[in-house]
């Protein structure tokens, strides 16, 4: 069945301007699909944890469409057609991309963070239009996801709203890659309370005790008698780590604090916004780019002698609000070609659009 | 024999010609037929046609059982290190954390435990009741609208149950009961009773469906009420039946995830306070879908949700396991059913 497919796809990437006889035969794939559960990456999806825009224009040049037209064009077989091709639908692009990276990169796969996916899309969807001879397909999934796929040289770039931790990078090593990270933009992350909640801002400290259960009333850091509710991402989001190191634990890398177990994991960005609109009790915390105006953003001090400061494109840039973290793009090694340009770009005039996704650019 | 034969002629052929055709179409050999035949390829075809239709048959009866054992030692193979990666005290401890290597399933395991014993707690009176009256109380006309009806809710997807359940359900449990939050253990249990209704319901109606008409007719001859027969004799003459509308409403229950995943709040807590009702928990289930998108393969924390699944797995074996033999039981000693 992988053949069915593999051998049909060349007529795809005519589209994108490539000589079908310099693409290999993906019968000699690297095998990626081996014993990988193919439903793996499409599971977030299903319960909506990820935002996955392959279907979008940045993925025109994107296996996906050609999937459904052939196995229609084919009528009766076409439905034993479309059960195989769907099958192994979460390999494809793994696949494709395994002989892009290698030879003449004209697909460049961005994989990874969904807390930048919608930033990756907009900045592919921009350059593809400038440079019709070179083809981006973004995919979230989560930067543990997108950096696991780059280790594996299934993607060109990975998307990551972390550092890479030393287990990666030996992984990679261990492959005979060496990963190159740049700073593409910079992310803040916004404490957000139900907007009928009274208080004005917090400290680190107070919301390190907020999370851990210490502080459990809203009258103890000066607000109303009610309970708290925390709510937090789930523990595979890159946001769930980067609050814990930064804001429970301070930045202390001897602290093992932990978020309180009455913690609310919530699936999604989405789950957070609607319990916080709902419920007067809660406090939750996401990107900046993601709060929607129906919740009420909390200024954060550093400590007592801080100032509070609100999170905005001006005070995460000039460092004074004091949860805010890099957002990176990865590669397998220093970037040629139409990678390095792309991320070239990114870094210059690719900054325009970061402030109208929400996020932060690295030069105001 | 062949005599017989002799005087049938062409007919008789035809007939056997149709016979054999029918035979073959219909998989069943009318004896009588068979017995008359003398061509002894005749017999021969349908006795293989026989086989085969019988073979066929036993192979996808077992085949059944092949694919279960087979997902059983798939799960075995991805879940069984979890059990010797991990220290026991640490895999059973109360703390879930599998980014920082504490992988205490506890507050799963009686997260899931809780919310599936609220449901049928909430779902079994309602479902029994109605079943009773779909059953001996409704009118005709009523009976041929609710059953329908009733089996529409099966359909309904547990997704749009689960938006439902985080929009509408909770704000009302928070703001009237006065939770912190809405996404609580009850609330899961709400919508999962929900859920395993249409189960308990067809199940038990179908179990008060067989109870003799004379065991009524033995009630109300008795000087019964109409009350006192069918809780007096009725409903126990189909008890089995109904410990088995709720086994299966719980085997639906516990398996269930999405909705669970959007309305329990998925906080690991243990949940055993006398609060842990109205409080968030976090269900084996939700736990799996949440985590599996992003795990590592062959990682300690994919072969802990793999562990999850065995532990679920036997925990739905064991409830199957306790509804069938209560059911056995029941029959040796010369039950009703």
């Known amino acids: ?364 | 024999m062949p005599t017989n034969q002799g005087k049938r002629g062409t007919f008789a052929r035809i007939t056997r010609a149709l016979t054999s055709l029918v035979t073959l179409c219909s998989g069943m050999t009318p004896l009588s037929e068979a017995m008359t035949q003398t061509d002894k390829s005749g017999v021969s075809r349908t006795r293989w046609v026989e086989f085969a239709i019988e073979g066929a048959i036993r192979l996808l009866g077992f085949s059944t059982i092949g694919f279960v054992l087979l997902i059983f030692l798939f799960l075995l193979r991805e879940g069984l290190p979890i059990f010797y990666e991990v220290p026991l005290g640490n895999l059973f401890g109360t703390r879930w954390y599998p980014t920082f290597d504490l992988f205490g399933t506890l507050p799963l395991i009686l997260g899931s435990i809780l919310v599936t014993v609220t449901a049928i707690v909430i779902a079994l009176p309602l479902g029994v009741a109605t079943a009773v009256f779909v059953s001996e109380i409704a009118p005709h006309w009523a009976r041929e609208v609710l059953k329908p009806m009733i089996e529409v809710l099966a359909g309904i997807p547990s997704v749009v149950l689960g938006f439902f359940g985080m929009h509408f359900v909770a704000p009302v449990i928070r703001s009237i009961l006065g939770a912190p939050t809405g996404l609580t253990v009850f609330a899961g249990a709400l919508i999962l009773a929900y859920m395993a209704l249409p189960t308990i319901i067809s199940v038990a109606e179908d179990a008060l469906d067989t109870v003799p008409k004379s065991y009524r007719d033995a009630g109300l001859a008795m000087g019964a009420t109409q009350w006192q027969t069918i809780w007096k004799v009725v409903v126990p003459a189909a008890r089995s039946g109904i410990l088995m509308a709720v086994m299966l409403g719980m085997g639906r229950a516990i398996g269930e995830t999405m909705a669970v995943m959007m309305v329990t709040g998925n906080a690991a807590r243990v949940p055993l306070s006398l609060d842990s009702l109205f409080r968030p928990a976090r269900t084996m289930t939700a736990t799996i879908a949440a985590e599996m998108g992003e795990v590592a393969q062959g990682s300690t924390h994919y072969h802990a949700l793999f562990g999850i699944g065995i532990i679920l797995f036997l925990l739905t074996f064991l409830i199957n396991l306790t509804a069938a033999s209560a059911i056995f039981h029941k029959r040796r000693r010369g039950g009703l059913r």
Request: hydrophobic share 40%; charged share 15%.
């Open chain 1, 1 to 364: 069945m992988q053949d069915v497919v593999g051998r049909s796809s060349p007529t795809q990437y005519l589209r994108c301007g490539v000589d079908a006889a310099s693409l290999p035969d993906a019968s000699n794939g690297q095998g990626m699909c081996d014993f990988k559960p193919f439903w793996f990456p499409m599971l977030p999806e299903y319960v909506g944890l990820s935002a996955n825009r392959c279907q979008g224009t940045a993925c025109s040049c994107g296996i996906c469409r050609w999937k459904t037209s052939t196995s229609i064009r084919k009528g009766v077989i076409g439905w034993v057609l479309l059960a195989l091709v769907f099958l192994p639908a979460a390999c494809e692009p793994e696949r494709s991309a395994s002989f892009n990276v290698g030879a003449a990169a004209q697909t460049i796969e961005n994989k990874g963070s969904d807390t930048l996916v919608n930033l990756a899309l907009a900045w592919a969807e921009v350059y593809m239009q400038a440079h019709p001879d070179v083809c981006i397909s973004v995919t979230g999934g989560g930067t543990g996801t997108g950096i696991a796929a780059m280790i594996n040289g299934t993607v060109s770039i990975a998307n990551a709203s972390r550092d890479m931790k030393k287990e990666e990078i030996a992984a990679a090593e261990a492959n005979g890659i060496k990963p190159v990270g740049f700073v593409v933009a910079r992310d803040a992350i916004a404490i957000v309370v139900n907007p009928s909640n009274p208080l004005q801002g917090l400290t680190l400290q107070q919301l390190s005790d907020i999370y851990t259960g210490r502080i459990t009333n809203w009258q103890q850091v000066g607000g109303e008698n009610r309970p708290i509710v925390l709510l937090s991402r789930e523990s595979n989001s890159g946001t769930y780590v980067y609050f814990l190191e930064n804001v429970i634990r301070m930045g202390k890398k001897e602290s093992d604090l932990l978020f309180s177990p009455d913690t609310l994991l919530m699936p999604s960005s989405e789950g957070i916004s609607t319990e916080v609109r709902q419920n007067p009790n809660a406090v939750g915390y996401d990107g900046l780019g993601y709060v929607t105006p129906d919740q009420k953003l909390l200024a954060v001090a550093k400590d007592l002698e801080s100032p509070y400061v609100l999170p905005s494109i001006q005070t995460v840039n000039d460092g004074s609000y004091p949860i805010a973290r890099p957002l990176y793009m990865y590669t397998a090694g220093e970037p040629t070609g139409k990678v390095r340009a792309y991320i070239d770009w990114i870094l210059g005039g690719g900054q325009a659009l970061v402030p109208k996704l929400g996020f932060v650019p690295l030069k105001p």
